[in-house]
């Protein structure tokens, strides 16, 4: 049943696309020192709108110039990067693919820069990051409402605010880091605070027909998001109050069954949760056709896929179209090349454990 892949897929504020197929985000490390657009970074993304994926991932792209994660990073955090943005945006657009940027800021797993201040709820002691003051927040909120515009005069169909894996906006969820005595922390609705005033502010600085939509670690897993199940849960339904147009769920392994009840799987536990009109993504480990179907019978409305999309950049046809079978690693660097990854990126991929060998093929 290809068709539950491959059937356009609506969001509240409007936006139709071609099917349920994803690129995810993917930090690469292939944009240029100053944060601007690369032609790696360019050709490595349009390549898989080529492919079919009906949504393309930008990479984690900081808002801020003290959110900015890696070296490398394509930036948003600036109006002189606005032509990068929308020079991808055309190129994709003009394959029947849509881009989403993933607006973030890295917090206290920001790059250490002569200069530049850490921030976090609170500070870290020894490891030079600092509490954010009440300035700094209302500023930070800004920079995501800055992102977004520049992302809707740059031509994108959406964005996606990083609000999983341990970045600044689930930093402040989290209830044994966010220990602050203000309005910004303590309590649930406080920690809630912060990515929930992003969303409201990010959504009243965009038109309605524009996707904003979010993405939440659902659990306190690998990549901590400090929340609970249920906690998690609440989170996506007030940020769809708010008006968000998609809870994108990032699982790492989408097979799995929640922590909390073994016999509800996440993707189920989100699409009840919150209302019908409001697509529930997840990724985690789709490799197959079967991989993909099977979160849709869980309830999920698309599927976002990184590694497969690395190997497979032409997934949606091979596999789910056609009925293929994907590249699986480990996989060589002359193949990575192949399927346009720059040589950056192609370093990045060797830091993942089995995913590059040094034989031939
Ligand atoms: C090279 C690489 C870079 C990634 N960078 C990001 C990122 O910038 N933002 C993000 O939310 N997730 C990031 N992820 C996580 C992926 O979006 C995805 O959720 C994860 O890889 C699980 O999916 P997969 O098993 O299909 O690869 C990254 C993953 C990989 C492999």
């Known amino acids: 049943m290809p068709e539950c892949l491959l059937t356009p897929l609506r969001f509240p504020a409007g936006l139709v696309v071609p099917n349920r197929l994803w690129l995810a985000p993917m930090t690469n490390l292939q ?47 600036s109006d002189a990067l606005t032509p990068g943005w929308r020079r991808a945006a055309e190129s994709i657009g003009e394959q029947g693919s849509h881009l989403f940027a993933q607006l973030f800021h890295a917090g206290e797993r920001a790059l250490r820069e002569e200069g530049r201040r850490r921030l976090s709820c609170t500070a870290i002691p020894g490891e030079e990051v600092a509490e954010a003051t009440e300035a700094e927040i209302e500023r930070i909120i800004e920079d995501f409402a800055r992102g977004a515009e520049r992302a809707v005069e740059a ?27 203000d309005r910004w922390g303590g309590s649930y609705e406080n920690r809630l605070r912060l990515i929930r005033t992003v969303m409201r502010t990010v959504r009243s600085r965009v038109p309605s027909t524009f996707v904003v939509g979010v993405r939440l670690s659902p659990e306190n897993g690998t990549f901590l998001s400090g929340l609970d199940l249920d906690e998690s849960l609440r989170t996506a339904a007030v940020l769809c109050e708010e008006g968000a147009d998609f809870i994108h769920i990032s699982l790492w392994d989408s097979k799995a069954m929640t ?3 073994p016999e509800q799987h996440p993707a189920r536990a989100f699409r009840e949760a919150l209302p019908a009109e409001v697509p529930v993504i997840t990724a985690g480990e789709i490799w197959t056709a079967e991989d993909a179907r099977g979160q849709r019978e869980h309830g999920a409305d698309a599927v976002a896929l990184g590694r497969a999309g690395i190997t497979t950049p032409d997934w949606p046809r091979r596999v789910a179209a056609e009925g293929g079978e994907p590249l699986r690693p480990p996989v060589t660097a002359e193949q990575l090349r192949e399927r346009a990854l720059g040589e950056k990126f192609v370093e990045y991929m060797r830091r993942w454990p089995g995913f590059v060998t040094e034989e031939e093929s």
């Not at 349009?46 to 808002?63: D, L, P, Q, Y």
């Not at 906006?169 to 220990?179: K, S, V, W």
């Open 31 to 77: 944009s240029h020192a100053d944060g601007s657009l690369s032609e790696d970074e360019l050709a490595w993304l349009v390549a898989r709108a080529r492919g079919g994926f009906g949504v393309i991932e930008s990479c984690a792209t900081h808002v801020s110039l003290d959110g900015q994660g890696w070296a490398g990073e394509w930036g948003i955090f």
């Open 155 to 181: 031509g994108l169909s959406g964005v996606e605010l990083h609000g999983a894996h341990g970045y600044l906006l689930c930093q402040f969820l989290r209830a044994d880091r966010n220990t602050r005595g």
């Open 259 to 261: 922590a909390k009840r």
